[in-house]
């Protein structure tokens, strides 16, 4: 989508090191996502947030942690403590409820 | 805990044929649905969207029909093109924010 930007597109990591994903978007949208999709799943929630300064736990949110501390940015830090961490990382944005989200092109993060 | 499923991982169909695939969920308390299209590398685009208070909403050649009695949902592309080739996902929601996924049905479509 345009006005998502998701950095890098891949990215590799030695096995216990913390490495950040970087989501940043121009829409003005006030929430902010993470998802994250393994081969023959669908996408599962990690983190999102309704506004700066506020983020709450999805359904797989253990060994991620995140900050909102601006409106345009929502970076995910992928810690040692994620037992799995090899997948595709998709950041969205939504502009209010019942609304779609819109997601960027996605972050694969490999870890060697 | 999957409560919306995709029991068909792929789909195949002649270009200009009606393309048909399906969602199924558990939960009454859904009330937006709404389909991704998704190509290798990038993310999920949306597609169309439909309200609990409708039954169908049609966008070009895309209509997505919703069944509450059966929890079910689909959505129809007529005609199929070979740039519809893609996967295919299902959401839904009941809190307007928290979106839950299908996981993806492959459609092929054969020029």
């Known amino acids: 989508d345009g006005g998502i930007t998701q950095s890098p597109k891949y990215l590799f990591r030695k096995e216990g090191q913390n490495v950040t994903l970087s989501c940043e978007q121009n829409?003005?949208?006030?929430?902010m996502y993470w998802y994250r999709q393994d081969p023959g799943q669908g996408l599962r929630l990690i983190y999102y947030s309704q506004i700066v300064n506020d983020f709450q736990k999805g359904d797989i949110a253990e060994g991620y942690s995140v900050s909102r501390e601006k409106k345009e940015s929502f970076p995910l830090t992928v810690t040692s403590a994620q037992k799995n961490p090899t997948a595709f990382y998709l950041c969205?944005?939504?502009?209010?409820?019942?609304?779609?989200?819109?997601f960027g092109d996605g972050t694969r993060l490999s870890i060697l | 805990d999957q409560q919306v499923k995709q029991n068909s991982p792929s789909l195949s169909v002649q270009e200009g044929r009606i393309s048909i695939l399906n969602c199924d969920y558990t939960n009454s308390m859904f009330d937006y649905f709404l389909w991704y299209k998704k190509y290798p590398a990038e993310g999920p685009t949306f597609l169309i969207s439909?309200?609990?208070?409708?039954d169908k909403n049609e966008d070009g050649r895309f209509t997505v029909f919703l069944n509450k009695s059966a929890k079910h949902l689909s959505l129809h592309i007529v005609p199929s093109q070979p740039g519809d080739s893609a996967v295919y996902f299902c959401a839904a929601t009941y809190t307007g924010n928290q979106f839950y996924f299908g996981t993806g049905t492959s459609l092929t479509v054969i020029p």
């Open positions: 969205a944005t939504q502009d209010g409820g019942n609304q779609p989200q819109h």
């Open positions: 439909i309200s609990s208070i409708k």
């Open positions: 829409l003005n949208h006030d929430a």
